[in-house]
């Protein structure tokens, strides 16, 4: 299947700085992206979808200043998260679609901040 | 609104038994579904998905699951379970207008030797 690299897989931050987190389709371009939040044994809670050349569509609730989303060429999206605090502390993890309508899943990034 | 529902939060089996993790789900119109596995601190695994055709879809893994409209499920099931099976299973619901998924709880899956 598709192949969708995440990185980096795990960061440590102290709070008030920011966070970078890169999500790339590897063999195939993809249009939109996702990026997801997963608490301690909860399901994946959808953030935002990042669009190619355009403004992400945030979900109700996400602060979208916070969570900053770039989406600059078809394999890379960002997500910024800025101005770090505990409670940001969370694995994120992105999905793209292939050219099948398959979403697949970035390996996550363990956020710690500290 | 369409929802997915993972009624089990664990399921045991035995190595070598079958066994089904369970998922309904409430959309409007067809739905897109979709099955993915999490080991611990990765992303999620593709297994296989549901948009037409054959009620009975084939994944990786030997995993299958069964589309059954009039119930509105779409179970996930093996034959014969192995002890690298035990993971979170998640089930999913696309939403078709904006390709956004909606998961469920999650079902974490035991196979004990």
């Known amino acids: 299947g598709a192949v969708v690299s995440q990185h980096p897989s795990r960061v440590i931050c102290k709070s008030g700085t920011s966070v970078k987190i890169e999500c790339r389709s590897l063999?195939?371009?993809?249009?939109?992206m996702f990026w997801y939040r997963q608490f301690p044994k909860k399901s994946l809670m959808l953030m935002a979808t990042s669009n190619e050349g355009s403004k992400a569509t945030y979900e109700q609730g996400v602060e979208k200043d916070k969570f900053l989303i770039n989406h600059a060429s078809l394999t890379l999206s960002t997500l910024t998260v800025t101005s770090a605090h505990p409670e940001d502390s969370s694995f994120y993890i992105c999905?793209?679609?292939?050219?099948?309508?398959?979403?697949?899943f970035g390996q996550g990034t363990r956020l710690t901040v500290v | 609104a369409q929802s997915v529902a993972q009624p089990e939060d664990q399921v045991n089996v035995a190595e070598g038994n079958p066994l089904t993790v369970k998922c309904t789900y409430s959309?409007?119109?067809?739905?897109?579904l979709f099955w993915y596995v999490q080991y611990p601190n990765r992303g999620l695994q593709f297994l296989l998905k549901y948009i037409t055709g054959d009620n009975l879809v084939k994944g990786s893994y030997g995993f299958e699951a069964e589309f059954n409209k009039s119930q509105t499920s779409f179970h996930l099931k093996k034959p014969s379970a192995l002890v690298s099976d035990s993971a979170l299973y998640f089930c999913?619901?696309?939403?078709?207008?904006?390709?956004?998924?909606?998961f469920g709880s999650g079902t974490r899956l035991l196979v004990r030797p």
């Open positions: 063999d195939f371009q993809a249009t939109t």
């Open positions: 959309v409007s119109g067809n739905p897109y």
């Open positions: 999913a619901v696309r939403d078709k207008g904006s390709y956004k998924l909606i």
């Open positions: 999905s793209a679609r292939d050219g099948a309508d398959i979403p697949f």
